[in-house]
């Protein structure tokens, strides 16, 4: 059977490399190689904490943070490096410090089933600069030994390498035939869209309105000499600031949320210095980088933020997958892996009806 996946995002990257793994499946990934969230995406795992009333999507993050454990594993037995992962533990910042014990209470009682949280602890700003000397701007913060940071590019690298697949990159078309699915001259058998915002434009010639609307994201990647870096945990004030430090001297600051700028991909320095000067309240030494490098991508959201996958009831050699946000990198492994288990029909871990792909697909007049 030939499977074409369309996006080389963590999704797509994902379920190209469990497909890989089945037998007498012939596997295509396309990728236009632009815009795409994951490249520009410095990840946190650290759903744990979030407070959205959405039942069914704490628990797809929640496993989702799970998912990783297997992946890593998975991956490493095939040879496979996988430093582009790492559970460094996380730092939760409150500009209202009281809120931290509630936060604490919360993560314990989810703790229960979800065990990867780790250790829990209330630390002042003396204890904290034992591990993380030049962290600044707080009393006390809350750290969760199990939070873990991902570099997006380095995990789709190394899943497509591990995968095998041929990948094709330019931008393509899906459209219907007799004998199945037609992309760039190819007949398919069955078809995995992982375009992300992009999905709209893949499904409207084929009769199909999509609620899918796009969020242009940025961040600023540092680089210090002579800084230790590796072990140090990802820092998360509240809004939209994150400071999460990867290897040889790297630490990754934002990334920003732009509601209004539609699939534009320029540099936008007014936002990344507005990013930076509240990052510099936390992390002051951020003046002293030897260069930086910025990234942009865009997210994929649907009208009540939550993520879907699925097959399409009226086509159903097209599977689907969109609408992850900001938590990609949380999600998207196991969305993925979802999508394979229904593709060869398997079980999976999820209900696949609580993120039905027609709820937010809808055929056009």
């Avoid at 915002?197 to 940025?218: C, E, N, S």
Wanted: aromatic content about 10%.
């Amino acid at each position: 059977m030939k499977v074409a996946v369309i996006g080389a995002g963590i999704v797509g990257a994902t379920a190209a490399y469990y497909l890989s793994k089945e037998d007498n499946l012939e596997i295509t990934v396309f990728d236009y190689g632009r815009g795409q969230a994951t490249k520009a995406a410095a990840g946190i795992i650290s759903p744990w904490f979030s407070k959205r009333r959405n039942k069914a999507w704490y628990r797809m993050a929640r496993l989702g943070a799970d998912f990783y454990q297997t992946l890593v594993a998975d991956l490493q037995a095939d040879g496979f490096a996988t430093d582009f992962y790492k559970q460094t533990g996380v730092y939760l910042l409150k500009n209202d410090e009281t809120k931290l014990t509630e936060l604490q209470e919360l993560a314990k009682d989810r703790r229960k089933e979800a065990p990867l949280i780790g250790h829990l602890e209330l630390l002042n700003h003396s204890k904290v600069a034992v591990d993380f000397p030049d962290l600044e701007g707080f009393n006390k913060l809350l750290f969760a030994s199990g939070g873990a940071r991902v570099e997006g590019a380095h995990l789709t690298k190394t899943l497509l390498a591990a995968s095998a697949c041929q990948l094709v990159s330019k931008k393509v078309t899906v459209s219907l035939s007799e004998q199945g699915y037609l992309i760039s001259d190819q007949i398919f058998d069955q078809v995995i869209l992982a375009a992300g915002a992009w999905l709209p434009d893949l499904l409207a010639p084929l009769g199909y309105k999509v609620d899918i609307r796009p969020q242009k994201g940025q961040l600023r990647d540092y680089f210090f000499e002579g800084l230790v870096t590796e072990d140090l945990p990802v820092v998360m004030p509240e809004g939209e600031l994150d400071i999460i430090p990867f290897k040889s001297g790297q630490i990754s600051i934002g990334a920003s949320h732009e509601n209004d700028q539609g699939y534009d991909l320029t540099v936008d320095s007014s936002i990344l210095a507005k990013l930076e000067t509240e990052a510099l309240k936390y992390f002051p030494k951020l003046r002293e980088a030897s260069s930086f490098s910025e990234r942009v991508g865009t997210r994929a959201y649907t009208s009540d933020f939550a993520p879907f996958y699925g097959q399409l009831p009226e086509n159903p050699g097209l599977f689907v997958a969109s609408g992850l946000g900001s938590s990609g990198l949380t999600t998207g492994p196991l969305i993925a892996k979802e999508l394979v288990n229904l593709l060869t029909g398997q079980t999976g871990l999820l209900d696949k009806d609580d993120y039905r792909a027609d709820k937010y697909i809808t055929k056009t007049p």
